[in-house]
């Protein structure tokens, strides 16, 4: 569960590469409009998605990415772990860098960003390729329009190239979220332990010139 874990393919294109840097607030489409503030919840959360991905092939760490509805002591009603861009479909999804679900694991040399389309942001931009790998979930916006979403919310973990053509100055902002295994508590399982405390995070690295 940490992102140390081994990506092959990764290291290598990474190498050459200097960090991405952003985090900008951008607003979200309005489907993905989450109630800001602070709130209180207590107690597990209704399930409302008993899942929103199936690895089609047995892999060893794959986990159930489900979605739920809680109220918090407020009175607000959240969705958890996260209201996603790939729960509604919406956004280009980020091509495989490692995915052992798709069978997309190829060795260093043989990785291909080339291949990957090129998003539009601005006509007038120039094409920068991205390599980034979330605990557990991404999307990436890029002067306020979404480039790329995770394809793979939960696990197993997985890696992504995106590209985009974008005109300075350039606005980054990445949406992530550290999946739960048990909805609500935000937990994640641990060696058997499905209310183990977790971690998450995020790497994020980009061409540059
Ligand atoms: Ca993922
Ligand atoms: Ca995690």
Redesign the pocket.
Known sequence: ?RLSTPIPGLRAAWSTLAPLLLLGALQLPAAQAQVPGKHITRGQAEVVVENLYKCPVKVENHRVSAVGRITAQDGTVLKVPADTAYEHKAGPAAADLYNECTGVMPAEADVAPDKVPVVEVDADGEVITGYIVA??YFELYVNGKLVAVDNTPYTPFNSSIVRFRAKKPITYAFKVV??EEVLGRGS?MMRGDPLYL????LIARKTVR
């Open positions: 569960m605990d557990n550290d999946w994640e977790g971690d998450g995070g």
